[in-house]
Nanobody
């Protein structure tokens, strides 16, 4: 059973930075889809940034230029560096991995990020 453990959330002022980290219990080097999503109160879960079947990352328009996703295949970790945080970035952030196409992916337990104005 795949397990994901996130860390690094917290409370930060607007304009500040946080780094989220996710460690997987499986090798991520060949993962079909691995990345970060978030869910704000009263809103649907949305993607933030992810790697999809390759080395290139895709970012949501709202975080381009502020967030950077990275992966370390030797440590099976996926990190999200978040800079210039805004109050609208406040959400629970989830790590996600789908090992191969056609199978159900796995979510982490989530980590709260709160940005105060």
């Amino acid at each position: 059973q795949v397990q994901l453990v996130e860390s690094g959330g917290g409370l930060v002022q607007s304009g500040g930075s946080l780094r989220l980290s996710c460690i997987a219990s499986i090798r991520i080097s060949s993962a079909y889809h691995v990345g970060w999503y978030r869910q704000a109160p009263g809103k649907q879960r949305e993607y933030v940034a992810y790697f999809f079947s390759g080395p290139n990352a895709k970012y949501a328009d709202s975080v381009v230029g502020r967030f950077t996703i990275s992966r370390d295949n030797t440590k099976n970790t996926v990190d999200l560096q978040m800079n210039s945080l805004k109050p609208e970035d406040t959400a629970v952030y989830y790590c996600y991995i789908q090992n191969s196409a056609g199978i159900v992916g796995t979510w982490g337990q989530g980590t709260q990020v709160t940005v105060s104005s």
